[in-house]
T-cell receptor, first 113, second 115 residues
Framework: AAGVIQSPRHLIKEKRETATLKCYPIPRHDTVYWYQQGPGQDPQFLISFYEKMQSDKGSIPDRFSAQQFSDYHSELNMSSLELGDSALYFC????????????FGPGTRLTVT | AQKVTQAQTEISVVEKEDVTLDCVYETRDTTYYLFWYKQPPSGELVFLIRRNSFDEQNEISGRYSWNFQKSTSSFNFTITASQVVDSAVYFCALSHMNRDDKIIFGKGTRLHILP
């Protein structure tokens, strides 16, 4: 069965650079969620989109922005990267909002040097 | 307040022993879901189980079992006859029905199964 696809899987950037993470949800899923997991930490909710509109927002820095496109894929844009942005970024998708079934992607590991 | 507490940060047991991971949650809502996820060293989040607040029945799946008690706001996870492959970080998590998009995770318990 198709799963959530995240690209790239690994990314190395320098401080103050910009990064774009991509998420391709499971086919026919219309809701996408982004989570950030710092080293040794639990995943923290960043933001979600339902039918291409932002649906919920968590502790996402102002330097980050995200959107969901017409084909339901989503991109997380991160600017002015800081060392503290080094983390594993998970995307999850679900069919419908408030779904109890969020399917997680494999994650993108971002390292900021 | 919505919170998930996993008091055990790290546990080590010898292979074939049973081990229980504790999870206590806080929420003012009466309708919610509880989850357990496994995160092996490779980093992916592996879904293990979901329970809703209406169903307090315990569940068993192979060597895994879960004990949900609303009276104590606990959702504990037991691995019977542990194996080295069970070594991972385990997260307990909470989400609210029809209100929140997000899943709220506990801090996780790192489980070491020693051969």
């Amino acid at each position: 069965a198709a799963g959530v696809i995240q690209s790239p899987r690994h990314l190395i950037k320098e401080k103050r650079e910009t990064a774009t993470l991509k998420c391709y949800p499971i086919p026919r899923h219309d809701t996408v969620y982004w989570y950030q997991q710092g080293p040794g930490q639990d995943p923290q909710f960043l933001i979600s989109f339902y039918e291409k509109m932002q649906s919920d927002k968590g502790s996402i820095p102002d330097r980050f922005s995200a959107q969901q496109f017409s084909d339901y894929h989503s991109e997380l844009n991160m600017s002015s990267l800081e060392l503290g942005d080094s983390a594993l970024y998970f995307c999850a998708s679900s069919a419908g909002r408030y779904s109890y079934e969020q399917y997680f992607g494999p994650g993108t590991r971002l390292t900021v040097t | 307040a919505q919170k998930v507490t996993q008091a055990q940060t790290e546990i080590s047991v010898v292979e074939k022993e049973d081990v229980t991971l504790d999870c206590v949650y806080e929420t003012r809502d009466t309708t919610y879901y509880l989850f357990w996820y496994k995160q092996p060293p490779s980093g992916e989040l592996v879904f293990l189980i979901r329970r809703n607040s209406f169903d307090e029945q315990n569940e068993i799946s192979g060597r895994y079992s879960w004990n949900f008690q609303k009276s104590t706001s606990s959702f504990n996870f037991t691995i019977t006859a542990s194996q080295v492959v069970d070594s991972a970080v385990y997260f307990c998590a909470l989400s609210h029905m029809n209100r929140d998009d997000k899943i709220i995770f506990g801090k996780g318990t790192r489980l070491h199964i020693l051969p």
